[in-house]
């Protein structure tokens, strides 16, 4: 019991309270992107969940493995991490360009321009560095569910993109419409939009962050 | 070519005739909702009509309707011109929001910006004159593998240094330091630019897009320290209140939208003042 409220804390923490676009701004780049094209959306979040699953996962495999290897002085660790991540990201894209591309060429075809959008963005990286660098304080002391934590930070981080993406496309469609000054019409006001949002997010989680 | 008054007059006609039969039939209430509902109608329309205009001029390379801010010279491709759209006019984070993650989520005092700065610089070095070099023959998933990995193995072979020389500050920029390789700055720039222009063009604009980035990060740097902490550069500059909020991502994103829209009228105020300039000049030349 004590474990699975453990993993439904850390799920709500990174989906509402500390919302990962909101309090760190990961992928505001790509928000700011995809924001434009509302017929990509259901894709680019699924694509998107996936890819942090599988990233968490990978990355806390990698990072259980580089503990194990000895690797103790801390620039080492941390540029080996960071470098063992981003060939793990490029090794899934390849996987998954080279699979669609022959087995369901019609996905493909949709999915070929938001693939790479999905894959290389700093959500898709921050979170296993994130989740590595909270490990120590956030999944251990529960036996034999670290790598379910890791799991479980994976899907949270993107059904939180997904929150954000959901609560932003409406105001932003809004704003696009409104008669705004010449300076803050685009991408001012929506910077100021997001600026709004992430202030009531703070306003709930504090100053004193879980993560 | 139509005369610019003309141009101007002929765009304040409204894009959608009202039905103005129809709100004489209709109760005081009802009437203000018809109307209501017409003005967001007409704006959403005309904001649609402007954008698409917009990106058809851009899709086309042909002159827009709003000419005031086009300027055949800005986009004739030389090193200057690609240097400064990067450092000023096309600015990756005011104008495109790229590399705003790490800006905002890193860049809160002056020395962290001024590293970040500096580890951008040389990732988009290397990166944009590799990709103008070799990578831009590569197919779409090689190539963007190209960028990712380069920037990858560059900062695994930076990032050592300068974290044995300072090693609180990098430990201070937590996961934003890794991110770097991965931003849209670095594979945006890689793959609209340095994939279809020379090595010389890819250095101009690695150099002021990082310049452009680096400005802005350490402007930011130098504002978040001085409002969450009252000081500048770890110096204890003033007793007055602090602001510790600033160092949060709410107020980076206020502050980014605050300036971006500065800077965006600056630009179309240059762009305008630049345009008047060169009526003027065809208008000596006819006389």
Known sequence: MGEFTHLVTIAIAVIFAENLFFSRALGTEVVVRIIAHPRDFFKFSLILTTVTVLSSATGWMLDSAITALGFTVYSTYYVGKSLAYVISLIGMYLIADAVLHRTAPVFYRGISKILPIAVFNTAALGAPLLLTRLRPTLLTGLPGSNFLGALVFGVAVGIGFIFALLLMTEGIRQIDAMDLPDAFDGLPARFIYIGLLALAFAGVAGRQTLL | ?287
Request: one cysteine or more; proline letters at 4%.
């Open chain 2, 1 to 287: 070519m139509p005369h610019l008054k003309q141009v101007r007059k002929s765009k304040q006609k409204p894009m959608l005739s009202k039905p103005k039969k129809q709100y004489t039939e209709m109760s005081g209430y009802q009437l203000r909702l018809r109307r209501a509902f017409d003005n967001q109608l007409d704006r959403a329309v005309v904001q649609s009509a402007k954008t698409t205009m917009r990106g058809l001029a851009r899709t086309a390379n042909i002159k827009p309707i709003d000419n005031y801010n086009y300027d055949d010279r800005l986009h004739e491709t030389n090193a200057k011109n690609v240097f400064r759209n990067g450092l000023l006019l096309n600015n990756p984070i005011l104008f495109n929001a790229l590399g705003v993650t790490v800006l905002i989520g890193a860049c809160d005092t002056l020395f962290k910006a001024l590293v970040i700065s500096g580890v951008t610089l040389a990732l988009m070095l290397v990166t944009e004159l590799l990709t103008s070099l070799f990578y831009k023959d590569f197919d779409t998933p090689m190539r963007m593998t190209a960028y990712v990995l380069t920037a990858a193995v560059l900062l695994a072979l930076i990032a050592p240094p300068i974290f044995n020389r300072y090693p609180a500050l990098v430990s201070s920029l937590g996961i934003y330091l890794p991110l770097l390789c991965i931003t849209g700055l670095l594979t945006v720039r890689c793959e609209t630019f340095a994939s279809v222009n020379t090595a010389g063009l890819a250095f101009a604009d690695a150099i002021g897009c990082s310049c452009g980035f680096g400005s802005i990060a350490i402007l930011f740097g130098v504002l978040r320290e001085f409002f969450s902490a009252n000081s500048f550069a770890g110096i204890i500059i003033g007793k007055g209140h602090t602001l510790p909020a600033a160092s949060m991502a709410f107020f980076a994103f206020l502050m980014l939208g605050l300036l971006s829209a500065l800077a965006q009228r600056l630009r179309r105020f240059w762009f305008r003042r630049r345009q008047s300039d060169l009526e003027d000049a065809v208008e000596e030349d006819k006389l």
